[in-house]
């Protein structure tokens, strides 16, 4: 079965609150993932810190596609979500997240993305003729529920 991507969905539990509030940090995150699994960033992350107790969301577009990061200081957890196009081997989420961040647990799930065949749509063609007695029909049914034309 063709492949069009593999996406990772990442919870790690137990981190550090300073650390899920510190960008430095989660830059440090990103930039181990890019290096280690050979991405290419399309330009810089994005990074929004929001005001304590809350955390902070990075988003980085990739040639392979994105990588981005949601942190929540306030119960210790942080969220990674990884898609690639193409073929990548695992990563060590487990060890990373659980030294950089202080994670007491980390689960990953990898979700693979199928190519689906997709029907092709079937043109009907239809006459004037029928068109109008669909239409005549759809009114009069209006009309029985009293939603009638105004």
Partial sequence: MLMVGTEWLVDAAGCRAKALHDVDVLREVFTRII???????????????????GGVTGLLMLSESHLACHTYPEFGVATFNLYCCRARPAWAWDEQLTELLGATSVMVRVVERPLLATPQPQLKLTSLDDSLAHDSLHVARANALGGGER
């Fill in 35 to 53: 290096a280690n699994l050979n991405l290419h960033p399309l330009g810089e992350a994005l990074w929004h810190q929001f005001p304590p107790p």
